[in-house]
């Protein structure tokens, strides 16, 4: 079965697993057929399989579903540096500023995983505007640590000052 066949198929399993018919649901696990949705989707966002990911979203499968470690497949395509992946799921809705268990956005995955481009997409999407935090500022919970904290803490610093002056000089430019 080729790839665009395995999607079809996966994608159509989405649409009958999240909104079952009464008539067609005679399997007796469907938890587990959603949960095996959930592994196609959650591996297409890591493995940058657009076609797979697409079917799954235009079928109407929730883009800020989350796995069991509580990663959303931006945070997952992020992470592996699906640059195409996660424009995909940013054009599709996805919110870059849900945090995982740990208080992580996809930014944050980016940036420790050194995928600058992606990391530079994701900044422009500003999580951090409600929070006033500095980068040295002491981290006392992680589910409010701003990008520049976490750029600190995980010794991303000098690059993450890069990016931003980058980003600032970019704006400066425009305005002229």
Known sequence: MGSADWAVQAAEGA???T???????TATHPEQEIQQL???FFAAARTGELVVLTEFLTAGYP??????QSYTALMIAAY????TAVDVLLHAGADACLRDKRGHTAL???MIKAEWDIARTLYDIDCDQENSAKATDEVTDKAQ????QFAQVFGQSEKFKAMVEAKNLKTLQAGF
């Open 19 to 25: 909104n079952p018919e009464p008539e067609s649901r």
């Open 15 to 17: 649409r009958t697993a």
């Open 108 to 110: 944050m995955g980016a």
């Open 63 to 68: 883009v800020n579903e989350r796995n069991e």
């Open 80 to 83: 592996a540096g699906q640059a």
């Open 38 to 40: 959930q592994r196609y």
């Open 145 to 148: 640590m701003t990008a520049a």
